[in-house]
């Protein structure tokens, strides 16, 4: 399987779009229920750590990274972000995307990467654990999906180079 991970472009967001919202349609990937705008959407991230894997010239997934804080002193820490479109599920694609953003952070100078993730997203739990990422908690009726009180996982990986 032939997959390239390039930087994202704003070309690309009709793509991305439609992933992310394929995604939220689960109602396991998010409290979001609707994609954003662009505009909205592209402030959320640092547009250098923002990718698209591309197979057979189209885009079949993104991730990016998010600070956690404006504070200076956590500038380090970013938020995980992976969508895979649905039809490319299981081929492999979100590890290597993972594996891109680890070594890109790092580059980077990130020296912790934060995920908050539905305990029922079983196929994303995976993905972190195999990537180096620990549960470090969890919250219990963080916030309502559809009316429905939802908890959280919250995964972590320190970087091994990277803030030691």
Known sequence: MNIEIRN??????PVVA???RLGLLTRNASFETEAPDFDNWIKKFYPQLLWVSKRQSNVVGWAGLMPV????VYRGVVGVSIYI?????????????????IDE?????????????????IASCKLHSSAGF???GYRERIAQL??????TLI???RSQTVGI
Request: aromatic share 14%.
């Open 105 to 121: 952070s790092e580059k980077a100078g990130i020296w912790t990467l934060y995920a908050s993730i539905f305990p029922e997203n």
């Open 134 to 136: 620990r549960l470090i």
């Open 155 to 157: 995964y972590e990986r």
């Open 18 to 20: 439609d992933i992310y």
């Open 146 to 151: 559809d009316g429905k009180w939802r908890n």
């Open 8 to 13: 994202f472009e704003e070309k690309d967001w």
């Open 85 to 101: 479109h649905p039809e490319s599920n299981g081929m492999g694609i979100g590890k290597l995307m993972m594996n891109h953003l």
């Open 69 to 72: 804080s404006a504070r200076h």
